[in-house]
């Protein structure tokens, strides 16, 4: 069955854009589309999708107020905000207010099926032993540094943050970033960023 997608965007030809790919893929179906925070309301609501692609900057809407609303009123939708703003400064701020993942629109449309898909074949945070168990499994494989990289990346960090934080060159971070999506067996930068932020989450952590 194919997994169904809320679109909010206040842009009708991006939004347009954004649902035609989707719509190539067999395993996605765009149910409903909204222009503002009331209305994605609304159809999140009525229509319960999976997922909800999300833009944060919605006229005079709030979007980070509406990624709160939508997490609270539809813990089990996945959140994927894909947005212009500066992803330094509205990365951990989105993620912090229950996004599973930050996109930018500056991006082509390959990330964007890749992180929907990669958050929709993950199960949800859980917070239970078997859980737990299969989260330390996932990360056994990295090193003590390599995990102190993957759990800032997953709070939002960027890699120079991390670096600074570390008191490490941005050289190593990004050799370390490397390692880490090798190890974990992911295709490219931004699925590595979408596994830490889930990881994060299901740890219980905040910056």
């Known amino acids: 069955m194919a997994a169904r997608i809320l679109l909010v965007d206040d842009h009708p030809l991006f939004r347009a854009g954004v649902a035609a790919v989707l719509r190539a893929e067999r395993d996605f179906e765009i149910c409903a589309e909204a222009a503002d925070g009331m209305e994605a309301r609304r159809c999140a609501s009525t229509l319960r999708p999976d997922a909800a692609i999300v833009d944060l900057v919605l006229g005079g809407d709030d979007g980070l107020k509406l990624l709160r609303d939508l997490r609270r009123d539809c813990p089990t939708m996945r959140l994927v905000v894909l947005s212009i703003l500066d992803e330094a400064v509205y990365r951990p701020k989105a993620l912090q207010a229950g996004a599973d993942a930050f996109l930018s629109k500056r991006e082509g449309p390959g990330p964007i099926v890749a992180a929907v898909r990669q958050l929709l074949d993950r199960p949800m945070p859980a917070r239970s ?69 889930l990881w994060a989450r299901e740890q219980g952590l905040s910056r």
């Open 129 to 197: 032993p078997v859980a737990a168990a299969a989260v330390e499994h996932e990360v056994a494989g990295l090193s003590e540094r390599e995990l102190q990289v993957f759990r800032e990346l997953g709070l939002g960090c960027t890699t120079q943050e991390v670096a600074t934080k570390l008191g490490v060159s941005i050289k190593t971070i990004e050799t370390h970033r490397e390692s880490i999506k090798q190890k974990l067996g992911l295709p490219h930068a931004n699925a590595l960023i979408v596994r830490a932020a």
